[in-house]
């Protein structure tokens, strides 16, 4: 991976700065749309928080490079996840699944962080209740390893080496008012820690 | 969330907006054709009905059924309350059948309390209305209901004005939504004969009118109270016709609240005695999308008390799931 030095603040490691966060989902827009062989039948559905952001952003670029509108919505794992009874209650979050549909299109699913892969496997049960894509991708800015379920990512922003305990904090600017991706060591603090996380 | 839902004064400001925000992502989906959803599942919702109903009944039903839980209904007519069985043995035998919540409607004051308070059951409770006490899902729906036209379906109810008609007396509802309106931030008057308020109303957090045309003045909203004949045990009016004159909503009357003002009920209605076929049946009545907006608030309302750990259960931390 063309992994430039991580900068050491001591908030962590900026793993991605503005300007990285923007080239990085440039390339992820096209190789998406490589992929693809075009943007024809795409629909990018962004994971929430922060996915949700990241897929707005891959589509308006690959429109940009293609041509073609694709629509962008969001789904909400919580209430397929496998640890719902393990925790206290969790708020929904917004799923908007476009007009279009979701049956016989290629859907890329779009989340910040790939950890345990337990997120998208939820995601992944949520699909089914709105039809049959003709294929299910998955492209996430962060891959920080330690995969619980026999999950990987189609298009990865950046592989990143932690430990599992470590704390990888996605910050999108239209949420948290600025674009970086830091990992802190150790015990996470409690601000902020549950999107970059999950 | 705690563990039970009893009265509406339980909710914090951010409690509240919780469940009416869940309760609009639930709504949402059922907007996109997902009829089911598999929070619940494995769960028991017994539903223990000690007094008629059919709108709440069937909407808690439908709120538990479109979450995947297991529905047991238990009617006191045709079981063994109607043989003589106490409250108490009726939820040991729940406890000894696995219940995870019970919804209970009960025509005694404080009956939910009384579940939740004993040790009788580990389930959890919600209040489906307790005698002339409190009935906090109504409250919650109709909260939803206001902020969806009143709000654009966000944030609280600040300084919206809401006028409340009727049998205050008798009615459950009218006590939940007083509470629950006020930690929203409305302001809520009363509008009802002098006969028909509670002892000790002026304690309310809420303004107390005789005249309905003056409390009707402006108001985004407008709520009628059914005058519930059933718990009547003397007479509060002189007569139903001039109670529907002095106390009914009619059109003239719909005209002095605001322009965007809307009219709810809580249900059953009493066509032409608190309010008129025209007005319930107007563009402005929100009534039948009230028990659209009760199965949403409701599947918000078990999925918050019954789809997490509970507090009683130790288990899992919470600590050490994907993110940590």
Known sequence: MSTSEPVATPEGHVVLDAEDMRRVLTRISHEIVEKSRGAQ???????PTRGVDLARRIGERIEQIEGVPVPVGSIDPTMYRDDLRRRPPRALQPTTIPAT????????????????????????????????PRAVRLAVLI????????????????????NPEDVVSVSVAAVDGADSVVVTAGMPAPARVEEGTR | MKRHLLSSADLSREEALLVLDTAKEMSSLARQSVRKLPALRGRTVVNLFFEDSTRTRISFEAAAKRLSADVINFSAKGSSVSKGESLKDTALTLQAMGADAVVIRHSSSGAAHRLAATDWIDAGVVNAGDGTHEHPTQAL????????????GTGDLAGKRITIVGDVLHSRVVRSNVLLLQTLGAEVTLAAPPTLFPVGVDAWPCEISYDLDEALVDRDAVMMLRVQRERMNASYFPSEREYSMRYGLDARRVALLADHAIVMHPGPMNRGMEISAEVADS???????????????????LYLLLGGQSEADPGDTGVGGEGR
């Open chain 1, 41 to 47: 039948d795409l629909l990018l559905l962004g994971i």
């Open chain 2, 141 to 152: 729906l109709d909260a939803y209901t206001l902020r969806r036209h009143l709000n654009d």
């Open chain 2, 283 to 301: 563009d402005r009545s929100v009534i039948v999308e009230q028990v659209t907006n009760g199965v949403s608030v409701r599947m918000a309302v």
């Open chain 1, 101 to 132: 549909g979701i049956d016989d299109r290629i859907v890329v699913l779009v989340d910040d962080v790939l950890f345990s892969g337990r997120t998208v496997r939820a995601a992944l049960d949520a699909l089914n209740e709105f039809g049959r």
């Open chain 1, 143 to 162: 891959d920080r390893g330690h995969r619980d379920l026999p999950i990987r990512a189609d298009h990865v922003g950046r592989n990143v080496t932690t």
